[in-house]
């Protein structure tokens, strides 16, 4: 019963605002942005399985060993690690006067650090990517550039939520050695690239 929830537990945080069961489709923000991928769903399966085919180091309290399986990601060093399982130290510490702390809580507040720490630092690529076309373009500070991308984040522009997305499962890709599927990533990276920064350019003209 506690391994199908975990179980469950994966599947709906990965696939939350991220990709659509079965279809080899990638959405952004909303199912209504979207591009499909062609083996993106064998990809995410063999994400899915780093975490579900280890939840026994989780469930034993190893977290630190269940981190570490983590540095197979692309990008993910010992710092990361590292920081991830400070964050979830001080987070058990505020939680140890709870009686009966919730596995299945624990678990997500797991899943969602590693999740973050992965999209953040590889989204961290794309935005610099976006900058440097920008400024091919156009005469404009980083700052200014930086205050157009918040203006398009704050009001959750599907070109930026879907790029998010599209950044996240390259990432993944490369490191499970999808060269195909990083490829046609890299491809639809680029298109909405330029979609974003032709909305930075004509704000500034």
Avoid: W
């Avoid at 180091?57 to 630190?64: A, N, P």
């Avoid at 797991?110 to 630092?121: A, C, E, G, H, P």
């Amino acid at each position: 019963m506690m391994l199908e929830q975990l179980y469950n537990a994966t599947d709906n945080l990965i696939n939350q605002q991220f990709y659509k069961e079965g279809r080899d489709i990638i959405i952004g923000r909303t199912p209504e942005v979207s591009v499909k991928i062609s083996n993106s769903g064998q990809i995410i399966r063999r994400f899915k399985d780093l975490f579900n085919q280890n939840l026994h180091l989780f469930l034993e309290g190893k977290y630190f060993k269940f981190l570490n399986l983590f540095k197979k990601i692309k990008g993910v060093d010992d710092n990361y690690i590292g920081e991830i399982y400070q964050d979830l130290q001080l987070k058990l510490e505020n939680l140890k006067d709870t009686e009966n702390i919730n596995v299945i809580v624990l678990y997500a507040i797991v899943l969602n650090s590693i999740i973050s720490t992965i999209r953040d630092l590889n989204f961290a690529t794309t935005l610099r990517e976006i900058k440097l076309r920008v400024n091919y373009r156009i005469t404009i500070s980083e700052r200014k550039i930086q205050d157009e991308l918040d203006k398009l984040f704050m009001r959750n522009d599907n070109n930026v939520s879907i790029l998010y997305n599209i950044s996240y499962l390259d990432t993944l890709a490369e490191s499970f050695h999808y060269k195909k599927v990083a490829r046609t990533c890299k491809i639809q990276r680029g298109k909405y690239i330029n979609r974003i920064v032709n909305l930075i350019v004509a704000s500034n003209n």
